[in-house]
C-alpha cells in the first residue's frame, strides 16, 4: 500500500512539473491554429499585367506579358507556401479586359490586389528601378478640370493628353490611364532634361505616407499605402532600388474595392535591368522580398496607421 501511495505521489508530482510546459505547447498549437485559420481567411488576387493580344513593353528580347505573368506566379506561390489563399486573374498568355480584372477580385471579395508589370521608357531616354502606385482619388477629368481652374488660358486637358504606358516597340498602349497626385510628379518620358538616376529614398516615402494619411483620401487608399509603405521596406532592405512612388488612377486600382497597388518590377528598356528582371536568383529574391511585404501589410492591415 505504501508502495502504492508513493507511486501517486511520485506521478503527481511529475503532472505538476510538466503541467506549464504542456500548457505552454498546447497555447502554442492554439495559437498556430489561429493563425493559421487567420491566413486561411485571407485572399490576396495577383494580377499579371497584359496578356494575349496586349504584349505591354517590348524591348531587349522581352515581352513584358510572359515576364509579369512569371513574376505573378512565384509571388503566389511564396504566399501560398506560407499559407495565404491566392488567386490569378490569369495564369496564362490569354487576353482579359481591365474591368475584368478588378471585378474578379471584387467578386471574391478579396483581402488585397497587387498588380505586377514592367516599365519602359521611349528610346534615347533612360531609366531602371521600381515604382509603386496606388490609386488616386482624382480621375483624369476632375484633373483637367483642376488644370482648366488654375490655368484658364491653356487649352483643355482630357484623358487623351494623360500619359499612358506605351510600349516603344510595339505602340501598344495601354488602356490604364493615370493622373498623378504626388510627390515625385514629372512625367520623365516626356521630359527633355532627363536625369536617369532618380531614387526614392526612404525619407521620400515616409513624406509620400504621411500626406496619403492626412489628406482626403478614402480608408481603401489610405490602407493601400499601408501596404505600400511594407512592400517599399522589404525591398529596399534587400538592396533593390524603388525610383518612384505615385497616386495614380490606374483602372485596375480605381474599380477594385479592397486596398490594391501595382508594382513595377523595372525598365526593360534598360539593358542592364532587363539582364537581372530574367536572372533565376534576381527573379526569386525579389519575389520572395515582394510577398514579405504582403505579409507583412496583412499582418498590420487591421492597426489604426493614420
Given at each position: 500500500m505504501k508502495k502504492i501511495s508513493l507511486l501517486i505521489v511520485l506521478l503527481l508530482g511529475i503532472v505538476t512539473l510538466l503541467a506549464p510546459q504542456l500548457s505552454e505547447a498546447a497555447a502554442a498549437k492554439n495559437k498556430k491554429s489561429a493563425s493559421a485559420i487567420q491566413r486561411s481567411n485571407v485572399i490576396i488576387v495577383l494580377d499579371a499585367g497584359h496578356g494575349g493580344h496586349a504584349n505591354g513593353a517590348m524591348a531587349n528580347g522581352l515581352v513584358e506579358k510572359d515576364l509579369n505573368l512569371q513574376y505573378v506566379k512565384k509571388i503566389g506561390k511564396v504566399l501560398q507556401n506560407r499559407g495565404y489563399k491566392v488567386k490569378f486573374t490569369r495564369t496564362k498568355d490569354k487576353s482579359l479586359e481591365l474591368k475584368d480584372r478588378a471585378a474578379f477580385a471584387n467578386k471574391l471579395h478579396a483581402t488585397l490586389f497587387v498588380s505586377i508589370h514592367c516599365n519602359a521608357m521611349p528610346d534615347p531616354k533612360i531609366a531602371s528601378g521600381m515604382e509603386f502606385f496606388i490609386d488616386s482619388p482624382y480621375s483624369a477629368e476632375q484633373l483637367a478640370q483642376q488644370q482648366k481652374a488654375v490655368t484658364p488660358d491653356t487649352k483643355k486637358i482630357t484623358s487623351a493628353d494623360v500619359s499612358q504606358d506605351v510600349s516603344p516597340a510595339s505602340n501598344d498602349v495601354s488602356e490604364d490611364i493615370y493622373v498623378s497626385t504626388d510627390i515625385n510628379n514629372a512625367d520623365d518620358s516626356k521630359s527633355?532634361?532627363?536625369v536617369p538616376l532618380v531614387v526614392c529614398?526612404?525619407?521620400?516615402?515616409?513624406t509620400f505616407i504621411t500626406k496619403v494619411y492626412k489628406s482626403d483620401n478614402s480608408l481603401r487608399i489610405k490602407k493601400s499605402a499601408a501596404c505600400l509603405d511594407q512592400i517599399y521596406d522589404r525591398v529596399s532592405l534587400d538592396g533593390f532600388t524603388v525610383r518612384k512612388i505615385r497616386q495614380r488612377a490606374f483602372h485596375v486600382l480605381h474599380n477594385t474595392t479592397m486596398p490594391s497597388i501595382l508594382i513595377e518590377l523595372g525598365y526593360i528598356t534598360d539593358s542592364e535591368e532587363a539582364e537581372k528582371l530574367t536572372?533565376?536568383?534576381?527573379?526569386?529574391?525579389?519575389?520572395?522580398?515582394?510577398?514579405s511585404g504582403i505579409i507583412d501589410y496583412i499582418s498590420i492591415k487591421n492597426k489604426k496607421l493614420w
Open positions: 527633355s532634361e532627363y529614398t526612404k525619407a521620400d516615402k515616409d536572372q533565376p536568383k534576381y527573379m526569386d529574391k525579389l519575389c520572395k522580398s515582394i510577398a
